[in-house]
């Protein structure tokens, strides 16, 4: 009898313990506008810590704490002449965490105010925001 109510409250501590992490925010995209870098974490350890360009002077990259709103494996910017966005993340409105062919900007501000990374590490991103799901992803905009 003793085994058998054991063996039931370790098997309720494991199934409990991964209902919490399955709601806990699986991914989380922090980006510091000050160094312009991305730091990606998964289930709060770093995974990945890349360069981008956030907005330039004369725009905004809006701060706060987002959810994904949708995703595009390839968008083009219909308010800046057509321009592609690979791998888009979309967070607030138009705003977007996409690819860039223009690396050598990346590490400093050049946007109108999207997040642009690498477009590898564009579509590193996107992957792992399609896997987590939005409602487990977090995008955290701070100075």
Known sequence: MKKTVLMAAILATALFGTS???????LVANID???????????????????????????????????????ARMWYSRKYDMSPMPYSVFFRGGYAIHGTGAVKYLGR???????????????????????????????????
């Open 20 to 26: 919490i992490e399955s709601k806990a925010s699986a």
């Open 33 to 71: 506008i000050s160094s312009q870098t991305m730091t990606v974490s998964r289930y709060g350890q770093v995974v990945y810590r890349w360069s981008v360009s956030t907005a330039r002077k004369g725009y905004i990259t809006p701060r706060g704490k987002y959810r994904p709103q949708w995703t």
């Open 109 to 143: 501000p050049a946007s109108h105010g999207c997040v642009r990374l690498h477009t590898a590490n564009a579509a590193t991103f996107y992957s792992m925001v399609r896997e987590a799901g939005y409602g487990n992803t977090r995008i955290v905009v701070t100075d």
